[in-house]
Structure formats: structure tokens, C-alpha cells
């Protein structure tokens, strides 16, 4: 299932903050420009949760976690649930709106 917001909603967020390469949102998740094919997605309290991959023309969320010895596990993490979510843009208020049931415990 591929996450799209209204076209209007999506045309008054603007070009400008789709285009920003760090922008929080207040107690939310913020997407993190890594490469033209990869964003960090990140807690309010920059905890590293995941990337947001385009994969095949498609842009997936890849959840990632840590063990107590801080080794990476893939697949894992507080929003395991959500891994290989599809996403139409790497837009943070999409992702937001998709993981809104885990915000409260991030």
C-alpha cells in the first residue's frame, strides 16, 4: 500500500520543504538527507529508527534497531512493524502520519 497524502495538502507543503534536507517537526519524526537514494529517519530525540530507501522506484522504510552492545539490527527496532512500509515521497509528515500509533512511545 503505497502512503500519499491529498494533492492539495501535498501542493501547500511546497517545494521548499520537500527539497530541505533536515526539517523537525516538533515531538515527531524528521527525515535526514543521506544520499540521493537514502534518508535517515530519525525520533525527536535524534535516535537513528530507520531509513527511507528508494528501492526499485519505490520508497521504502527500513526499520533498524540496536542491540545492548549498540550492534545494528536490521529489520528491527521500535517501528519493526512498519519495515517495508512503501511511501509515495520521502515526505516526514507521510511518515508521521503512517507510524502516528508508535509516537507516543518514541
Given at each position: 500500500?503505497?502512503?500519499?497524502?491529498?494533492?492539495r495538502v501535498?501542493?501547500a507543503?511546497?517545494?521548499?520543504?520537500?527539497?530541505?534536507?533536515d526539517?523537525?517537526?516538533?515531538?515527531?519524526?524528521?527525515l535526514?538527507?543521506?544520499s540521493?537514494?537514502?534518508?535517515r529517519?530519525?525520533?525527536?530525540?535524534?535516535?537513528?529508527?530507520g531509513?527511507l530507501?528508494?528501492?526499485n522506484?519505490?520508497?521504502?522504510?527500513k526499520a533498524?534497531?540496536?542491540?545492548?552492545?549498540g550492534a545494528?539490527l536490521?529489520?528491527?527496532g521500535?517501528?519493526?512493524?512498519?519495515?517495508?512500509?512503501?511511501?509515495?515521497?520521502p515526505?516526514?509528515a507521510?511518515?508521521?502520519?503512517?507510524?502516528?500509533l508508535?509516537?507516543?512511545?518514541?
Amino acid at each position: 500500500m503505497v502512503m500519499s497524502l491529498p494533492q492539495r495538502v501535498q501542493d501547500a507543503q511546497g517545494a521548499a520543504a520537500s527539497a530541505a534536507a533536515d526539517i523537525a517537526l516538533p515531538d515527531g519524526l524528521t527525515l535526514s538527507l543521506l544520499s540521493q537514494k537514502v534518508y535517515r529517519v530519525l525520533t525527536a530525540s535524534g535516535e537513528h529508527v530507520g531509513n527511507l530507501q528508494l528501492s526499485n522506484g519505490q520508497w521504502k522504510f527500513k526499520a533498524l534497531g540496536y542491540d545492548a552492545g549498540g550492534a545494528l539490527l536490521p529489520g528491527w527496532g521500535p517501528l519493526t512493524d512498519h519495515h517495508n512500509t512503501v511511501f509515495a515521497a520521502p515526505d516526514e509528515a507521510l511518515v508521521n502520519a503512517a507510524f502516528a500509533l508508535h509516537m507516543p512511545s518514541l
